[in-house]
């Protein structure tokens, strides 16, 4: 048993970070994207090379003579299009960046298409990270962004049987509770 321990560990070094130093994530987690902090769900996919986020509005442009993009994201991929041309919902936040790379993604029955790539930082599991983000429009999915391999491989272990292992919400029974127990001490300590 010891050996095959050591083997997998060995193997792990080889292809992207020792696994004692990895964290077990479920296959679907939170991230909070900086330096707005705006939470959006992450699909953890180990079948995706590169990770994506959803991207409305994309523009690029010239700053300080480097190619930047501008582009509106929303953690809600089905808000209607309304929302974004309005420019008023709260629920969409325009993001500048430096654009980093494009990227020609193949596409399953369709021809491959070029998308512009920008780095991008964001929280997870309380540690701050960067990563590359494919920019495309998520609004045929579920959920805005999708972390794959690339960065995936150097972080974590995909634990496909549960969701939100690291970056879980207080329930509302529980936060209810925790509200009580609060407004009883405070009731204790004036007596």
Do not use: C
């Amino acid at each position: 048993m010891t050996s095959l321990i050591a083997t997998n560990s060995a193997i792990a070094t080889e292809n992207g970070g020792d696994i004692s130093e990895k964290i077990i994530l479920g296959w679907i987690e939170n991230i909070y994207l900086q330096p707005h902090d705006l939470k959006a769900k992450a699909k953890l996919d180990t079948g995706a090379k590169t990770s994506s986020i959803h991207a409305k509005n994309i523009e690029y442009f010239e700053k300080d003579g480097d190619r930047w993009v501008r582009f509106q994201f929303s953690s809600d991929t089905k808000l209607k299009e309304k929302k974004y041309k309005e420019g008023k919902s709260k629920k969409v936040v325009t993001i500048e960046a430096p654009l980093t790379r494009s990227a020609l993604i193949k596409r399953h029955k369709h021809t491959s298409m070029q998308r512009p790539v920008v780095t991008l930082p964001f929280t997870l599991a309380e540690k701050e990270y960067q990563a590359e983000f494919t920019l495309t429009d998520r609004s045929k999915f579920l959920y805005p962004v999708l972390m794959g391999r690339r960065f995936l491989k150097h972080v974590a272990i995909v634990d496909p049987g549960n969701t939100f292992l690291r970056t879980r919400t207080i329930p509302r029974k529980e936060a209810t509770d925790d509200i009580q127990d609060n407004k009883n001490d405070k009731a204790e300590d004036a007596q």
